[in-house]
């Protein structure tokens, strides 16, 4: 089965989805320590940008927020009419196409180089194992593999340079796991790892690296995501907008960990601590998922 969709459970601090079961006691992380080492291409300001998937959602939310930010924005996403309107909204430049080898044209059209990367488009692929074959390649390839290509295509421009900024449009998921979507639990932990990989390897040659890890956002991921997005992720759900909020402020302040919805950090603390805990909890939750609306 494949089936698009989202993330993990509950809502913003004060209102978490009914039935959130992990009682969680507030636990300061050093999830803010990363400032300063990352060469400072401008943050926004005047930045060659790209953003995969930008023609609807959080992408399309990106590349609005980074123009209005003073960058200049090339916008890919799969759907070519999607990535024009919103290239044209933005006085960019659209890139239709797989988010996958996208580096070369997004170079040239930018005038010979690429500042900000932001690896958004994404596929929430739902099922267990029983999930093809192919489904669970589909996930790998955008959200994992997008991301390995793009950087490999990336890194020589901006190691030479000693600057450049890889924003990875992550999930919650990918620091907890989502109900009812293994392919996408799993794909995302990986871009994270990515991620992280990225970071602790190049920081000090200059360039940084932001991992966004929502819960709900509501795009068209989420609306389909049917009864798993409906219990744990719609009544928490955020508009795209915040997200993008979100990641401008945390290249602002060079954070590799960006959360819009503030209160993973404690359920990430909480996983880490006391996995029993935390994995009878989403049991429950799965358990709700089984018995349906009440
Ligand atoms: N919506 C949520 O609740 C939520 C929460 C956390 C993380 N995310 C992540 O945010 C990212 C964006 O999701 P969204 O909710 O905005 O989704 P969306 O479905 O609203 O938009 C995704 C866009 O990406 C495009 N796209 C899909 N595959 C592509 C590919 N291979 N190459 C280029 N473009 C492609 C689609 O055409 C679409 O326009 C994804 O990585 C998703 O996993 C979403």
């Known amino acids: 089965m494949r089936r698009r969709g989202g993330e993990q459970p509950a809502g913003r601090a004060g209102r978490r989805a009914e039935g959130f079961p992990v009682a969680y006691r507030p636990v300061s992380l050093p999830l803010t320590g990363n ?5 400072d ?16 959602g959080i992408g399309a939310a990106l590349a609005r927020r980074l123009a209005a930010g003073g960058a200049r924005v090339a916008v890919n996403d799969l759907d070519p009419a999607r990535a024009r309107a919103v290239a044209a909204e933005v006085g960019g430049v ?8 996208v580096v070369p044209a997004a170079r040239e059209a930018l005038g010979g180089g690429i500042d900000l990367f932001c690896a958004n488009a994404g596929v929430g692929t739902g099922g ?10 589909a996930a790998w390839d955008v959200n994992v593999m997008a991301h390995v ?9 901006w190691l030479e340079r000693g600057e450049g900024r890889f924003v990875a449009t992550v999930s919650a998921a990918g620091l907890l796991s989502m109900v009812g979507a293994a392919p996408y639990s799993v794909t995302k932990h990986a871009a994270l790892a990515f991620a992280e990989w990225l970071s602790l390897t190049y920081r000090h040659r200059g360039i ?12 068209d991921m989420l609306r389909a995501t ?9 009544p928490g759900a955020i508009e795209p907008e915040e997200v993008a909020d979100a990641v401008v402020a945390g290249i602002a302040e060079d954070r590799f960990l960006i959360l819009p919805h503030p209160e993973v950090a404690e359920y990430s603390a909480v996983r880490a601590t006391d996995p029993d805990r935390w994995l009878t909890g989403m049991n429950r939750l799965q358990q709700s998922l089984e018995s349906g609306p009440a």
């Open 94 to 101: 659209a890139l239709p196409g797989d988010a996958s080898g």
């Open 208 to 219: 940084a690296v932001h991992a966004v890890c929502p819960q709900g956002v509501r795009t």
């Open 128 to 137: 267990g194992p029983e999930a093809a074959d192919d489904a669970w390649s």
């Open 226 to 234: 049917g009864a798993a997005g409906d219990l744990v992720l719609a």
């Open 35 to 39: 400032r300063g080492k990352a060469g």
């Open 41 to 56: 291409v401008g943050g926004v300001r005047d930045a060659r940008a790209v953003v995969t998937g930008g023609g609807a």
């Open 149 to 157: 290509r793009a950087a490999r295509e990336l890194l020589p421009e």
